[in-house]
């Protein structure tokens, strides 16, 4: 009987070491996991090189194009306001290569304006370019800003140098037809990229690694048809 006790005892004594032993090895095994994952953490955010702050995520080409904006292939963009109000502008590219534009000639408040089709007129040195609407619907808001500071489209195309703001009765008409979100960088890459083919000599005006582009792209180039080439990418001829 004795013997049993001391058995029975010396088994209690195993069973505790053994639940000891177990019980360490989880915490060392649960301590290296948790220390191998901020480990990998660590590593997995300081791996991407750094970003210049002045570019961000929303500059493809050297151009400002900024994702929470929506775009339509002819170089206009718009943005939601609030139900069926949307606020129209033109991006940086186009307003690159507009350059200093001397006048622009908006539509009317209360005019109905159809995507895709001409709605307002830009001049310089006397000769004028227009641009296509992205979307469809009643003007409700001109910036008159713009008629006494033409410059602010240049200066500040996704703020200050906002054209107008449409009325869109049936809202499918902001998205019908713009640049898919996904194929934005795409498109807008591709547009610097013809605009190099067709003038060469504007390559260094957008340095290659990422510079920004010059205020007036075609100020350098006396021979470049200004209505010409804004006309192509604008869609208007």
Aim: no cysteine; net charge neutral; charged share 25%.
């Amino acid at each position: 009987m004795r013997r049993a006790l001391m058995r029975v005892r010396k088994v209690e004594k195993i069973m505790t070491v053994i639940l000891v032993l177990a019980t360490f090895f989880v915490f060392i095994t649960l301590d290296y996991i948790m220390n191998r994952g901020k480990v990998m953490n660590t590593v997995a955010v300081s791996a991407p090189k750094a970003v210049p702050a002045e570019l961000g995520g929303d500059y493809v080409e050297g151009f400002h194009v900024p994702q929470t904006v929506s775009y339509h292939s002819g170089h206009s963009w718009l943005m939601q306001e609030r139900k069926n109000l949307v606020r129209v502008g033109a991006d940086e590219f186009a307003a690159a290569l507009l350059g200093k534009i001397e006048k622009v000639e908006l539509p009317r408040p209360g005019q109905w304006i159809r995507q895709g089709q001409k709605f307002l007129t830009f001049f310089r040195d006397g000769i004028k370019t227009e641009m296509v609407s992205p979307t469809e619907g009643e003007v409700m808001e001109v910036n008159a800003d713009l008629f006494n500071n033409p410059a602010a489209l240049r200066q500040d195309p996704y703020g200050k140098g906002w054209l107008v703001a449409v009325h869109v009765p049936d809202e499918e008409n902001t998205s019908r037809n713009l640049v898919p979100k996904a194929l934005v960088r795409e498109w807008m890459r591709d547009a610097a990229q013809r605009l190099y083919a067709h003038q060469p000599a504007l390559a260094g005006a957008v340095a290659a690694d990422g510079g920004r582009p010059a205020e007036d792209l075609l100020a350098a180039m006396p021979d470049a048809n200004w209505a010409e080439v804004t006309g192509e990418f604008f869609l208007t001829v």
